[in-house]
């Protein structure tokens, strides 16, 4: 009856990660946010780049594990960080002066 | 707009030929259109903050603003929790981590509107009397008018789990919501740090 | 209306059981097709008429028809409504009626969010004409700042309006992805899809990746409009080229929005009436993929005069004119396709070949205009305009009439008249060449665009492009005559009039409700042409055929 292409992944139970990884997760999460904090109070000239790696960290964090990025197909990674590549030089562009 | 032909056999064949489920896909197609806005957006910021005093954002508050931070990230763990729940079918604890998830919602929400009310009213920042105040309500006024969507179908969806919609064969609708939620978790994640920490 | 009596014939079909099922929220993406085409078409006609007052203004020089100031207000709302509300969603409709039928589905992925996105459209419109009528609407369809934010409220509706037509777009492409990765029938691989649904993938995913960061624009304005916020305003320390930077970010990528779906209809033209199988067909799936990525990578050639930093020109010209290479890449596939073929010249075969020709004439003036010190020179000139109409009247729109008089049959059961669909096809094609072809001149010459009159000496050529676009006028009477009265009593098609592959092809005309009564197994190329016969030309109709899906 099912017509699924046994090469691609087929519709099944999911093999997401448990309560545990998820208060871990949360854990990072609100120390990253703390670290944040901190560092927006030091003047140095790493401030901005070191909160800009924080920030895509925690991003990271939440997109990898609480959206199951990691455990789901790569199809969806794909759709959702190709959009980036474009926005590299939007940004850029947009900025020139 | 929740209703697909996903996970469902149209005349006996398996509606999906790639294998992924369609809501699934569309949502995360759907993600992605949400990215390009919200890049837009923020290359708009960082255009208008380039062109403001460099303690432009000095009026924001940092601690409440971190406080708000942390629990939108608690909301973020409620969904992911409550996701974890329903695949185990565990109907009670679905309820419970969608509505903690509505009061973090809720509560972050608030806390964003008490402080406009507060930039507002004592004239500190507005829209209109500095680009970097235009710049701020624009986009945080976004992410707040994503996250009040995100309140409406957090409250549908906690609606149709106390109708006994999902199983822990059947929680795709759930899944989709949180995947939703995370994102707009994310986006105020970036922009916390570029808005209120840069 | 009680063609429900009559088998496979007559448009009350489909989902629509009843004509007024076609003006209400019905899912059926047959019906929802005929939605967006009609609604399309009808803004084609306002979109016209505005077109033609524009050309009587310019028919002579110092010509008091219309102010300024109206003729400012005539042209915006003719550039929007006949981009954002003919040639988009006419592709859209069209795309909803076949592309299902063509991968062997029932229906899109998501119905009810399909309904959802032809909705907006009707808002989206209504929001346009109310634009039109409170007036303001003055700064072109670019809107760019600071003209954009001092115009009076009309300006604002029409922002409103682009809102929700961007959102229609959006939910429409990601329902189209969804459907052609996940509900192709079995056997229908991704090589084996027709080249229209490959060419709607490359189209959904430009505006899935463009369409939101013309939302984040125009939200920005719609702010500065009403609250005061100065985005877009020096004075205020705003920078007017963050409109244009946004603008051009979806707006460049849209001209491929605007002609990817006509490239994949003309894939399907050719191979039916040329008899032969399409040559090159991964180059030509491919090279759509291409102009969907590297369309993203050039919009700033809109800018080379506008303040951007000129180190930026190079790299843009660059981009802009690598474009040429995919795209010729299908064009040349069309020619070899056509290449000794045993060509029959239906009417929609006549309009595939004009859009070959002209859509080349408007891809050259293209090259011109992306080469920098060309483009400097007649940026803002009629040679800008006359491109412009090449690509979109000369290709866009060609295409899409291709398309329409190839699956008329298919959509109502009936034949359209071929006698006045060829009246309709060269009365178009004179028209335009006549309309357009002057104003290359006149361009180059250096007339400015946008502007409501012009000094004597450009009146020869202008008053050519006026007894051109009246023509064009004329031309879209034996076409409207055509479709309604074919409705009644054009010759019955059946299932394949033109002998064509496809699945679409496999149904009845119109289709059942559900499509597909049994699924379709595909288990060849889509354009097998004089290497295997015809399915429904066999002497018995394929089952589910003949009998309307009983």
Redesign the interface.
């Known amino acids: ?5 046994p090469a ?4 099944q ?2 093999r ?1 990660p ?2 545990r990884t ?2 871990l ?2 854990a990072g ?2 120390l990253l ?2 670290i ?2 901190a ?2 109070y030091i003047t140095a000239g790493i ?2 780049p070191l ?2 790696l ?2 895509a960290l ?2 990271l964090l ?2 990898l ?3 199951h990025l990691r455990y ?2 790569r ?2 990674a794909f ?2 960080f ?3 590549v ?2 590299i ?3 850029w ?5 | 707009m929740s209703e697909t032909t996903s ?1 469902l ?1 149209v005349h ?3 509606a ?6 369609s809501a ?2 569309g949502m ?2 759907f ?2 259109t949400e ?2 806005l919200f ?2 957006m ?3 910021f ?2 208008m903050r ?1 062109r403001s005093p460099a303690d432009a954002n000095h009026v924001l508050n ?2 409440v603003t ?1 406080v708000n ?2 629990v939108l ?2 909301s ?2 409620t ?3 409550s ?2 729940s329903i ?1 185990q079918g565990n109907q009670k604890r679905l309820r419970t981590f969608l509505l903690l998830t509505l009061l973090f919602g809720g509560t972050f929400l608030s806390v964003q509107v008490f402080e406009y009310t507060k930039l507002i009213g004592s004239g500190e920042l507005t829209p209109w009397n500095s680009l970097f105040g235009a710049g701020f309500f624009a986009v945080t006024g976004l992410h707040g008018f994503h996250v009040f969507i995100g309140l409406i179908w957090c409250a549908l969806t906690i609606l149709w789990a106390s109708q006994g919609k999902f199983s822990a ?1 059947n929680f795709m609708r759930v899944e989709v919501f ?2 939703y939620w ?2 707009v ?2 986006v105020w ?2 922009l ?3 808005i ?3 | 209306m009680t063609a429900d009596t009559v088998v496979g014939t007559g448009l009350v079909r489909h989902g629509g059981r009843k004509f007024s099922d076609y003006l209400v929220f019905n899912t059926d993406h047959k019906v929802i097709g005929i939605q967006y085409l009609v609604l399309a078409f009808t803004f084609f006609i306002i979109g016209g008429l505005l077109a033609e007052l524009i050309r009587a203004q310019l028919a002579v020089p110092n010509n008091q028809l219309v102010t300024g100031s109206q003729y400012n207000l005539v042209l915006t709302l003719h550039g929007t409504i006949m981009i954002f509300l003919w040639i988009i969603p006419a592709f859209v409709g069209a795309a909803n009626y076949v592309v299902p039928l063509m991968l062997g589905a029932n229906d899109m992925a998501f119905p009810r969010l399909n309904a959802v996105s032809f909705w907006l459209l009707v808002p989206g419109g209504l929001l346009m004409l109310a634009s039109f009528a409170v007036g303001g609407a003055e700064s072109g369809w670019t809107a760019y700042p600071p003209l954009s934010v001092t115009t009076p409220v009309g300006q604002t509706l029409w922002a409103l309006a682009l809102q929700f037509i961007g959102f229609s777009s959006i939910f429409g492409a990601i329902n189209f992805l969804v459907t052609v990765f996940n509900l192709r029938a ?1 056997g229908m691989s991704l090589t084996r899809m027709p080249l229209l649904a490959w060419a709607i993938v490359a189209t959904s995913l430009i505006i899935m ?1 463009g369409t939101p ?1 013309l939302s984040g624009a125009l939200l920005l304005l719609i702010l500065q409009r009403l609250l005061g916020a100065q985005f877009f305003t020096p004075g205020g320390g705003g920078n007017p080229l ?1 409109w244009q ?2 603008f051009w ?1 979806y707006s460049h990528p849209a001209v491929y929005i605007m002609i990817l779906p006509g490239f994949g209809i003309i894939s399907e033209v050719l191979p039916v009436f040329a008899r032969k199988p399409i040559f090159g067909y991964k180059l030509i799936a491919f090279s759509s993929m291409a102009i969907a990525v590297f369309g ?2 050039v919009w ?1 050639h809109h800018m080379f005069t506008s303040g ?2 000129p ?2 020109r190079v790299p843009f010209m660059v981009t802009s004119m690598i474009i040429a290479v995919p795209t010729g890449v299908k064009i040349f596939s069309w020619l070899a396709t056509i290449w000794a073929g045993k060509l029959r010249f239906t009417t929609s075969m006549m309009f595939a070949l004009a859009f070959i020709s002209m859509f080349v004439i408007g891809g050259l003036s293209g090259i011109f205009l992306a080469s920098v010190p060309i483009d400097i020179h007649v940026q803002d000139t009629y040679f800008v305009v006359a491109h412009l109409h090449y690509v979109l009247f000369g290709g866009s729109v060609m295409a899409l009439f291709a398309g329409l008089y190839l699956w008329y049959p298919k959509l109502t059961g009936r034949m359209l008249d071929e006698r006045l669909g060829h009246l309709h096809f060269w009365l178009t094609f004179m028209g335009f060449n006549l309309t357009f072809f002057p104003q290359h001149i006149a361009g180059l010459q250096g007339m400015p665009r946008r502007v409501y009159t012009y000094p004597p000496e450009f009146w020869a050529l202008n008053l050519i492009s006026s007894i051109g676009a009246f023509l064009m006028a004329i031309a879209v009477l034996p076409f409207l005559y055509n479709a309604l009265r074919s409705l009644a009593v054009g010759k019955v098609a059946g299932p394949n009039p033109w002998r064509a592959f496809g699945l679409e092809w496999t149904l009845s005309s119109p289709p059942p409700v559900h499509n597909f009564p049994t699924p379709p197994v595909v288990e060849g190329d889509p354009y097998g042409y004089g290497e295997r016969p015809v399915p429904g030309t066999r002497v018995v109709p394929a089952p589910g055929v003949a009998g309307g899906g009983e």
């Open positions: 009856m099912k017509h699924v292409d691609k992944e087929a519709l139970p999911h997401y448990g309560v998820y208060l997760v949360f999460l609100a946010t703390l944040e904090v560092v927006s401030r901005v909160l800009i924080l920030a925690k991003a939440v997109i594990f609480f959206m789901d197909s199809w969806y759709i959702f190709a959009p980036l474009l926005v030089p939007l940004i562009v947009s900025l020139i002066r | 996970s056999t006996g064949r398996a999906s030929a790639t294998g992924l489920d699934k896909l995360w197609l993600l992605a990215v390009m890049s837009a923020i290359a708009g960082l255009d380039g940092i601690p971190a931070t942390f990230i608690c973020s763990l969904v992911a929790l996701v974890a695949e064969q949180g995947l995370h994102f978790d994310v994640i970036i916390f740090v570029l209120y920490l840069m | 079995p990746l960061v963050l930077n946004l970010f993203f990578l700033a951007m930093d180190f930026l």
